[in-house]
């Protein structure tokens, strides 16, 4: 039997499994399994990820995510958020600390960004512009609004791992049959991109107002992906249409968060600040011998998915 928890940071959507509290010992190939069975839209839970909670020696909990392909990513904003709401509930403190694979993060409760949204922020960090950091085979030490000839003619793209690897273009419209082409391509582009890349498009809507999409790496076309619209607000800053220190409105497909962009000497790190919502909770039974899993019981949070509408539906008469 396992236990997890149905949850999304703007309807980028993942299952919480909380191994720390319920003592499951998974293998790293269980992991794996788990998440290409348990995501897939068709036959299984649905998700575009699993979020596994672990003990740390060093933080409050440990955070691994695994995308819904099967593949271990190095961060995940948007899941972090629900990592961290699921871990302050726990310890009843509104900051807390996650371990995540190459940096220990500060998290905490903050202001709404919108009536009646529980709102968590977390920072993202280590960011690096050198392109062996993705890594990204490119001629350069680092790749900033350039045009790369394996993936596009026309469209320039910067590179930069925060610290999962991201390149960013800014566009004049979202175009998502573009998007998704481009990033498929990029994912089939081990040349340059040897371990995959997330690919956004940003289109600048206001000075501090932006739209991201993204095709994730492991997953394809998400409603939204916290690390790359962190990633997206600083690029769009550097090139000049945000200001720093000044929270950033960030729409996507599912909603919206803000991004504040800080940056201490050389040194680049973002705020993310947005919903952690629990749609449902549930218990399932799993066997991996024969990717076979039934449910066995579920509670809906009814009254969170009716707020999160709420945002949902201001945010998508944002988007134009
Ligand atoms: N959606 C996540 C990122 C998940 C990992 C990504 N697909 C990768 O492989 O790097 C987010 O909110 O950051």
Not at 57 to 62: K, N, P, S, T
Not at 78 to 103: D, F, P, S, Y
Not at 249 to 274: D, F, M, P, T
């Amino acid at each position: 039997m396992i236990q997890f928890i149905k949850c999304h940071g703007s309807d980028n959507d993942f299952l919480l499994i909380d191994e720390k509290t319920n003592h499951y010992q998974f293998t790293e190939e269980e992991r794996s399994q788990l998440s290409i069975v348990l995501c897939d839209r068709n036959n299984g839970v649905g998700s575009d990820g699993i979020l596994f909670v672990m003990n740390s020696e060093v933080a409050e909990a440990r955070m691994r995510m695994f995308n819904s392909d099967g593949t271990e990513a190095e961060m995940c904003g948007n899941g972090l958020r629900c990592v961290a709401r699921h871990i302050i509930e726990q310890e009843g403190r509104a900051k807390v600390q996650i371990e995540t694979e190459k940096a220990v993060l500060a998290v905490e409760q903050v202001e709404p960004i919108y009536e009646g949204i529980d709102t968590f922020s977390v920072t993202i960090e280590p960011v690096s512009f050198e392109v062996q950091s993705l890594p990204m085979k490119f001629e350069k030490d680092e790749a900033l609004d350039v045009v790369i000839p394996e993936l596009s003619d026309d469209l320039t793209f910067t590179a930069l791992s925060v610290p999962n690897p991201h390149i960013v273009t800014i566009v004049d419209k979202v175009n998502q049959r573009e998007l998704e082409a481009t990033g498929k391509k990029a994912n089939n582009l081990s040349e340059v991109f040897p371990k995959g890349v997330n690919v956004s498009f940003v289109q600048i809507l206001a000075t501090n107002k932006i739209f991201v999409q993204t095709y994730e790496r492991g997953v394809g076309l998400t409603n939204a992906c916290g690390t790359a619209m962190s990633a997206s607000t600083l690029v769009s800053t550097i090139l000049g249409s945000n200001e720093v220190e000044t929270p950033i409105v960030v729409i996507n497909k599912g909603g919206l968060v803000n991004c504040v962009v800080e940056k201490a000497e050389r040194r680049y790190s973002i705020q993310l600040r947005g919903n952690a919502t629990n749609v449902y909770t549930a218990t399932i039974d799993v066997s991996l011998e024969n990717n076979e899993w039934n449910w066995i019981d579920s509670t809906t949070h009814q009254n969170e998915i009716d707020i999160y509408q709420k945002l949902k539906d201001f945010a998508a008469s944002q988007i134009y």
